[in-house]
């Protein structure tokens, strides 16, 4: 899918782009200022009206639907951004003693030398480097320094086209995009996960400090959210609206270091996502087997709620309710939830991950009410077997 990003043009208040020469011959300067400038909204418009026609996704044309608001039903991403940057910007109007027949008996001259970029937001690099000319010409009634610059714009796109570049980038991408899912099923093989062995701890404090090294902010090119170490060699999990639709998936851990990461087995029906990073010898966390929580006790998450900045942000709380959506039964908690913390792990007093933080209820005169897909069925529906 391609999008539209810019049109940037570098140009000073004041710079001469071009002249009028009136009817008496005298000729005056046109300047950048006033009505001549560019900024129309209606660039991005007609970018999508001729990318359309060519034959290009676009976000334009996703298939809309009603009712379409929920975190799973997110649609896929552009994977390119098409910018274009003013190198050389020229106005040139004339007064015509020709009969013009209310056209306007100024003739007037445009032309635009864009620079084209197409960045890949799979790679975070320039795909694409293109130079192309617009010209329009057009007739008014007077020597405003209005030009016809949508019309050049134009010009200059349909040059960008013509030469098949973009069309060849697009037609030659084969890698899925990184959020791309599918239905979980039975007939899915079984990933073997060892469980590894934590030491005890005595306090809340004690669980938090030796969490912290497993738990991590998501990082995509369409927000954040959080994610959850479960073994040495980096199997993590994290919610699936996190990064379904998305280009490009990085890790970042409470040090800093950022790591990329795709997509081993996406649930988008229970919301969950199994994914690996690079390299081994994580430190991960203990996944909960069995039903032994009971309402009231004390359970942690670590995660990044509202900025990356704010990442390995602890919140705290009590199981407050075993709550029951859509056939499904979900850890209900009292703490401190935001739209960051989704795919973070719930964690009880034993340092075990008994849910993953998905969703909160959110309305009037309402707070602290967040709600957790149990790990047990985390582990079922991605057809994950813990050995120990």
């Known amino acids: 899918m391609v999008a539209f990003d810019r049109l940037l043009a570098d140009l000073k208040d004041g710079t001469p782009i071009g002249h ?116 329009s010409r057009n007739r008014q009634l007077s020597g405003s320094g209005t030009s016809e610059n949508l019309l050049a714009f134009e010009d200059a796109l349909i040059a960008f086209l013509d030469r098949g570049e973009l069309l060849r980038l697009v037609k030659e991408t084969t890698v899925l995009p990184a959020g791309a899912a599918h239905t979980s099923t039975t007939t899915l093989e079984e990933i073997g996960i060892t469980r590894p062995l934590v ?7 004690e669980v938090i400090k030796y969490a912290d090294k497993s738990c991590f902010t998501v990082i995509t090119d369409g927000g954040h959210g959080s994610g959850i170490i479960i073994n040495t060699e980096g199997y993590v999990l994290s919610a699936h609206h996190v990064v379904n639709g998305v280009n490009r998936i990085e890790v970042q851990f409470s040090d800093g270091l950022r790591q990329s990461a795709h997509v081993v087995r996406p649930d988008a029906a229970n919301d969950v996502v199994l994914l690996d990073i690079d390299g081994s010898g994580f430190r991960p ?62 964690i009880n007093a034993k340092g075990e991950v008994i849910g993953i933080v998905q969703r909160k209820l959110v309305g009037e005169g309402v707070e602290g009410i967040g709600f957790a897909i149990p790990i047990e069925r985390a582990v079922e529906v991605l057809r994950l077997k813990l050995k120990d």
């Open 199 to 205: 030491p005890a701890f005595a306090t809340l404090s």
């Open 285 to 346: 966390l203990l996944l909960g087997q069995g039903d032994d929580d009971s309402l009231g006790d004390e359970v942690i998450t670590i995660g990044t709620p509202a900025e990356v900045e704010l990442g390995q942000s602890v919140a705290k709380g009590i199981l407050s309710g075993k709550r029951k959506f859509d056939d499904q039964v979900y850890l209900q908690t009292d703490m401190a939830v935001s739209p960051g913390n989704s795919g973070g792990p719930l």
């Open 20 to 135: 009028f020469t009136n009817q008496d011959g005298t000729s005056e300067v046109l300047k950048w200022e006033g009505s001549v400038k560019l900024g129309e909204s209606s660039f991005e418009q007609r970018f999508y009206e001729i990318l359309n026609n060519a034959g290009f996704r676009t976000p334009v044309i996703q298939g809309a639907r009603l009712f379409s608001g929920s975190t799973n039903d997110r649609q896929q991403l552009p994977r390119y951004l098409v910018g274009a940057r003013i190198l050389d910007y020229a106005v040139e109007l004339h007064y015509d003693k020709a009969k013009h027949f209310g056209a306007g008996p100024v003739v007037g001259r445009t032309r635009l030398r864009l620079e084209w970029q197409v960045l890949d937001k799979a790679t975070g690099n320039l795909a694409l480097t293109v130079t192309t000319e617009g010209i």
